[in-house]
């Protein structure tokens, strides 16, 4: 019988140099991945370790380890595809996790709408989350100098800072708490992790708590993060070149939305902040069933079908939404879902009215 419950995917990405082979041959020997699948682009840097590598099939390598290995050579969701008919049909081994890496130089977003766009990949998987790999030695001069840097710090469920144990003394000590201080303000609802002493192991990485196919439900506190973004929400003074536009906020609202409201609310938020909607996660309550709330997620413009969850994970039924965003505030995009829910009562037409003069 071939399992069809959701697969876990997770997407490391990381600049040049960050550190992600290294983190990624670590991982690749410990027991939570023996069964994972990871995809890697071609053109990224990553050298899977060849001592682990033990039999191959076209682009497909097993790995001692218990790891199958993919290699990019076209389209993500043709390879993934590819590789579910493949698990389906039993002509490899039946893994149940999928890691996904990108190059370098690259923006996440375009992986993640991928994994929420295609209709397969939507009904087969559920993105856990995005791993990014922080150099400790030289990413300050990196997000100084890239913007996509930047964005892969800010889109990130997980931070992973590498190479701390070559900042010695005084000055190394500084240059440690500068680059931790940098990123939690980037980022406040990432958790921050090291390799330091081995503590960036597979178990902290791979429990982001988006999505957990053994209890079906969303471990909020792990997810979302909204009180971490709350204490850092007015960080957008920073006078960092590309840190400036990128701020985080989170709000909640007791009341519930409509599903109509709710798809407008969607629309509106796509097509007036789209490109600067970086990453949106959330909870809503809806009017149409309150007791179970909808798990939502979007990264630009594009949006994950909302799940339906059995029941409010912390028993606290009411909306909270997580915003990363560039040059957007705060005021912009609740006022616009608030609209909705001042407007429960009030028919589509009200929404429509009340929304179009917010964004007049």
Known sequence: MIDRSPIPVAVLTGFLGSGKTSLLNAMLKEEMLANACVIINEFGEIGIDHLLVEKSDDNIVELSSGCLCCTIRGDLIVTIADLLSRRDAGTVKTFDRIVIETTGLADPAPVLHALMRDDLLVQRLRLEGVITVVDGVNGWATLDAHPEAVKQVAVADRIVLTKLDLLTGLAGEEKMFAII?????????????????????????????????????????????????????????????????????????????????????????????????????????????????????????????????????DGKAETRLVFIVKDIEKSEIEGLFKAFTDQISGGADAFTDKTLSLNR
């Open 181 to 313: 201080g940098r990123l939690r303000k980037l980022n406040p609802s990432a958790r921050l992790l090291t390799t330091h002493r081995g503590e960036a192991t597979a178990a902290k990485l791979f429990t982001m708590g988006l999505f957990d196919p053994t209890t079906k439900t969303v471990n909020v506190q792990g997810w979302l993060a909204d009180e971490a973004v709350h204490r850092h929400e007015h960080h957008h003074h920073d006078k960092s070149r590309h840190d400036a536009h990128i701020r985080s906020f989170a709000f909640s609202d007791a009341r519930a939305i409509s599903p109509q409201g709710l798809e407008l609310f969607f629309e509106l938020l796509a097509s007036y902040h789209g490109a600067n909607m970086l990453r949106m996660k959330g909870l809503i309550k809806t009017s149409d069933d309150p007791t179970r709330p909808l798990a939502v997620h979007g990264v630009q413009h594009v949006f994950h079908p909302p799940v339906r969850l059995k029941e409010w994970p």
